[in-house]
């Protein structure tokens, strides 16, 4: 429980800084200078008021210099980030499994964000995504390692392909992201790609019975933030429902 609460304190702070990456990432902005600041009046956010979740919550959701309210997303996000770093580490008993969960956490919150709002999912952090998988699974399982390298050529060919013949569909930053997964969560890839399938067709179901099939069909709608809550349920439930499969439906 102490390790569940320690890493639910360090998401939180992390979850700060996602936020600093999903708005200056996009915008090609520094993510470490300058100092966080009131986009309305420049004011540089104060120490005492960028305390992940509590700060928003104290200055009731406004800056405190010109009283621009500030987006409820920011703790929204941390708490999200907070919460999903402690259910990982409660999931997994070992070292390997903990680490490479929370890294992947880290990985798609930002990279959800992002492109809901612009519709890409930067190289910078699929890139980034892939050495760390690399070297957390050389570091802590090498053993494992050619399994979740052959997850992540899988992940990434089949929405390659899936790219290739829908290509408003996805986009390659998707098939980037899936394959990142694979090295992450080896073959419990395939839970996630489903899960983020199935999201994805519903939602598509909805929207088109709400505006109508031609109206519909024209609807963009990113597959990033499906492509995560794959992730996120792969990072809980993956392994179970693959011994799930192979258990009642492989002979």
């Known amino acids: 429980m102490e390790a569940a ?7 939180a702070i992390v979850g700060s800084f996602l ?11 520094s993510l470490l200078m300058p100092a966080s600041r009131c986009p309305r009046c420049g004011v540089t956010v104060k120490p005492y008021d960028n305390v992940p979740i509590l700060s928003w919550l104290l200055l009731r ?3 405190r210099g010109c009283a621009e309210p500030i987006s409820p997303r920011y703790p929204l996000v941390e708490a999200l980030t907070a919460g ?11 070292a390997a499994g903990i680490a490479l969960s929370v890294t992947l956490i880290l990985i798609v919150v930002p990279a959800a964000l992002i492109d809901l709002e612009y519709r890409i999912i930067p190289n910078e952090i699929t890139g980034l995504g892939a050495v760390l998988a690399l070297v957390i699974g050389l570091a802590l399982d090498p053993a494992g390692e050619p399994g979740r390298l052959i997850a992540g050529v899988a992940a990434g060919g089949f929405l390659l392909l899936a790219a290739l013949a829908y290509p408003g569909g996805m986009g390659m930053g998707d098939v980037k992201l899936a394959a990142v997964m694979g090295l992450f969560l080896g073959r419990a890839v395939a839970p996630a790609i489903m899960i983020a399938l199935v ?17 519909g069909r024209k609807t963009a709608v990113p597959f990033g933030p499906f492509l995560a809550l794959g992730a996120v349920v792969a990072v809980y439930a993956g392994e179970p429902i693959v011994h799930l499969y192979l258990n009642h439906f492989v002979h």
């Open 199 to 215: 999201a994805g067709v519903l939602l598509g179901a909805v929207i088109v019975a709400r505006k109508g099939a031609q109206a």
């Open 61 to 63: 959701g406004r800056c």
């Open 5 to 11: 609460t320690f890493a639910g304190v360090l998401g």
């Open 19 to 29: 936020n600093v990456v999903a708005y200056r990432l996009p915008r090609h902005e």
């Open 84 to 94: 999903l770093c402690a259910g990982a580490v409660l999931s997994h008993h070992s």
